[in-house]
């Protein structure tokens, strides 16, 4: 069996239970060297054969992936955060779909999770923001032009930029271009939940200064928007006046 396995955003005990128990007993792991953190291969057997994808093409993935389903070997494919997310997934799944290869997903805890936590913050603030808009700034892969920063920066809903660290100028550009002000709250977030994780608050405006004063050029989450702010309703879930399936409410 082939196994997909979100080793999380980081920090080695945020991968699931069942992750780590699909690495304890994987005889092949392939994990995605770039960013995937390598303590996590101290849960592997010493007989586990591993393999970095970071060094590898697709074609060599896959080529690893088969041979040791066809053994009889359980093969796991570590991705970081969740792989649903910027995970390149698809692709492998396909393939294997059309070499009729078994194979399950076992979801992560995504970089996205940890970045809130690092920030201590909710992203759906009840009278702020009840969406959360999760994307990335075009470059080398493009990005649908009806899926571009300004037009979600229209919504005003919160923001949780992947790969796009190396472009805050323009980012900022954008984000402005598109109904931001300058001052709204933002936020760097780098190697969430790593032992070396910075975060780094600043506004709209001041994003590519902030980041080039803390030398952060990759591996960073940007988050925008003024669920970073204080000021926000009560939630109504919690409110004594409101009625709910479990208590009624009542005046106080």
């Known amino acids: 069996m082939i196994t997909f396995v979100g080793a999380g955003p980081g920090a080695e005990d945020l991968i699931t239970v069942?992750?780590?128990?699909?690495?304890?007993?994987?005889?092949?792991?392939?994990?995605?060297?770039?960013?995937?953190?390598?303590?996590?291969?101290?849960m592997c057997r010493e007989e586990c054969e591993i393999y970095n994808s970071a060094e590898m093409t697709l074609e060599e993935?896959?080529?690893?992936?088969?041979?040791?389903?066809?053994?009889?070997?359980k093969v796991v494919r570590l991705h970081t955060g969740d792989p649903c997310l910027y995970g390149a997934i698809k692709e492998q799944m396909d393939e294997l779909d059309r070499r009729k290869?078994?194979?399950?997903?076992?979801?992560?805890?995504?970089?996205?999770?940890?970045?809130?936590?690092?920030?201590?913050?909710e992203y759906t603030l009840p009278g702020i923001s009840q969406s959360v808009v999760i994307t990335r700034m075009a470059g080398r892969t493009p990005v649908p032009e009806k899926e571009s920063i300004r037009s979600f920066a229209a919504h005003q809903a919160t923001m949780v930029l992947f790969l796009s660290t190396g472009m805050l100028e323009k980012l900022s550009e954008e984000l402005v271009a598109g109904g931001y002000q300058e001052e709204t709250p933002a936020a760097i977030v780098y190697k969430a939940t790593w032992p070396e994780e910075k975060v780094m608050h600043c506004?709209?405006?001041?994003?590519?200064?902030t980041a080039e004063r803390e030398k952060v050029t990759k591996t960073a989450l940007i988050v925008v928007g003024n669920v970073l702010n204080t000021e926000y309703e009560r939630s109504k879930l919690y409110d004594p006046a409101f009625t709910t399936e479990f208590r009624k409410g009542k005046e106080v």
């Open 61 to 73: 993935v896959m080529e690893v992936m088969i041979k040791g389903e066809s053994s009889g070997k």
């Open 101 to 121: 290869i078994p194979f399950e997903d076992c979801p992560g805890v995504s970089s996205f999770c940890g970045a809130a936590a690092a920030l201590k913050a």
């Open 203 to 209: 506004t709209v405006g001041t994003l590519a200064e």
């Open 18 to 42: 069942r992750g780590q128990n699909k690495l304890k007993e994987a005889d092949v792991v392939i994990y995605a060297g770039s960013l995937v953190n390598p303590a996590l291969l101290k």
